[in-house]
């Protein structure tokens, strides 16, 4: 999971609401992936119906 958060520097005690919106995040290692075939990869996976995938060894 990543975040990326925008932090009011000014301060305030107004109420905050954060949303995001993730549809799929692709990284392929030691890979020059031209962005068609990007798309072309996600699309196989959304057409699989795969939600998750993590290939990521843990170190």
């Given at each position: 999971?990543?975040?990326q958060w925008f932090i009011?520097?000014?301060?305030?005690?107004?109420?905050?609401?954060?949303?995001?919106?993730?549809d799929w995040?692709?990284?392929?290692?030691?890979?020059?992936?031209?962005?068609?075939?990007?798309?072309?990869?996600?699309?196989?996976?959304?057409?699989?119906?795969?939600?998750?995938?993590?290939?990521?060894?843990?170190?």
């Amino acid at each position: 999971m990543f975040n990326q958060w925008f932090i009011d520097l000014q301060g305030g005690s107004a109420r905050r609401a954060y949303r995001q919106q993730v549809d799929w995040v692709y990284h392929s290692r030691n890979e020059v992936v031209p962005p068609a075939e990007v798309l072309s990869r996600v699309g196989a996976l959304r057409a699989a119906s795969t939600a998750f995938t993590d290939t990521v060894p843990s170190p």
